[in-house]
């Protein structure tokens, strides 16, 4: 592995190390030390997520003509003092403001960082974005465990560690990411528009379809807790045993998922193949509800396998689209807008499931399987649609950006 590669891996796991500890506790410190009530916590958090949507593109965009590490490096910084912050929020609006910068600096940091995920990601930058989501779940599980102990000890000053971790892991992230030599800025297409991801139709088409499908994200972490704890008889431990499970199938199985996905056409056909699979396992989440203990501990453990399937092969596809189908002067806007997908599926997702999984109950389940398996097959349409179609007077070329696989590697530095 090259030292560019390290770099971003290291940095990466002491990042997510960090915000594991957020991911785990985050709610627990403004309702539990803060005091918020739980109903403001989450319209502030709704309240963030909505207004970061936008950030990702112009960091993105940024990114591109600026120098990606130096604005990657920047939205790090802005995290941890936004984190820091939170120790001085002492009501709903200092709340919201403080969780707002957090977040609109975390999606512009995601944008800004694809650049140097298809620099240093040599010919298949795809499997290094696999890589890294592997790592990614490594130190998010390091971060569960020590927030296990603010939870378990409960106090104020615990909560206020916490928050404290998570800021100093951003800084930590930063300081390594400083040995990564500055990576040029791209030169934008002279004769192209500013703004070309967001007049690329088909691009866009492929943004909508793939956060539709990211709210398989939430399935196990918000709707399968809530419906085992409500409506199944199996033991309440087991919520952690399915998280546990899928995370150790990311690890091992993440970047294998993604060598077999090597063209747009294979992850058009890998989102159709994630559909199915979260199809299978939204019937197999419905009738666990009223078996007794251990059929339905195996039958929700079952489809938490399977899920986690899907969820493997939405990863790949995602990484290869969004990639192969991203000209290279404009890879951080193209991947800016892209996560607009998965931004909306953040903010509107645990609401869309509990309002049909767990509200309505066991139809929601399979009306949820068939909006997945509906997504995924219109997945290769789409990517047949973003692909530049040969006809006999030769290829046809899109009026904005040019997204074949084979102009993409062309054009990669």
Not at 156 to 172: C, D, I, P, R
Not at 279 to 290: F, Q
């Amino acid at each position: 592995m090259s030292r560019g590669r390290r770099v971003l891996v290291v940095s990466n796991f002491v990042y997510t190390v960090g915000s594991g500890l957020y991911l785990t506790a985050g709610v627990l410190y403004f309702t539990e030390a803060v005091g918020l009530p739980a109903g403001q916590v989450g319209l502030g958090l709704g309240i963030a997520g909505c207004v970061s949507l936008a950030v990702g593109i112009a960091a993105g965009h940024l990114a591109d003509r600026r120098g990606a590490r130096g604005v990657y490096l920047t939205t790090l910084v802005v995290q941890a003092l936004a984190t820091a912050a939170f120790l001085l929020a002492d009501g709903f609006w200092p709340f919201v403001l403080a969780a707002t910068a957090a977040t609109g600096a975390k999606a512009a940091g995601l944008a800004a960082r694809t650049p140097l995920i298809r620099h240093y990601g040599g010919d298949r930058p795809q499997e290094f974005r696999a890589r890294l989501r592997a790592v990614t779940n490594i130190g998010v599980s390091v971060g569960a465990v020590l927030a296990g102990w603010t939870v378990q000890v409960g106090t104020h000053t615990a909560y206020q560690l916490m928050v404290v971790g998570n800021a100093l892991g951003f800084v930590a992230a930063a300081a390594v990411l400083l040995r990564l030599p500055p990576v040029a800025p791209v030169p934008p297409d002279p004769g192209g528009p500013r703004w070309i991801a967001l007049r690329d139709r088909p691009y866009l088409l492929l943004t909508v379809l793939d956060g539709v499908m990211a709210v398989q994200f939430k399935v196990l972490t918000v709707a399968l807790p809530l419906w085992l704890v409500t409506e199944t008889a199996a033991p309440h431990w087991l919520i952690s045993g399915t998280m546990l499970v899928g995370t150790a199938m990311v690890v091992a199985f993440q970047v294998r998922a993604s060598r077999g996905v090597d063209s747009p056409a294979a992850g058009g056909r890998a989102y159709r193949r994630a559909g199915l699979a979260f199809l299978v396992s939204c019937a197999l989440i419905a009738p666990s509800a009223g078996l007794p203990a251990l059929p339905a501990a195996l039958l929700l453990l079952t489809a938490a396998v399977v899920h986690t399937l899907g969820e493997l092969w939405h990863s790949a596809a995602g990484f290869e689209v969004s990639f192969a189908l991203a000209p290279t002067h404009a890879t951080g806007q193209y991947l800016g807008v892209f996560g607009l997908g998965a931004g909306l599926a953040e903010a509107l997702g645990p609401g869309l499931l509990v309002a049909l999984c767990i509200t309505w109950g066991r139809p929601g389940w399979y009306v949820v399987g068939a909006l997945f398996a509906l997504t995924g097959l219109a997945a290769p349409a789409a990517v047949r649609w973003a692909r530049p179609q040969e006809s006999a007077t030769g290829p046809r070329k899109r009026m904005w950006g040019r997204s074949s696989a084979r102009v993409t590697a062309a054009r990669t530095p």
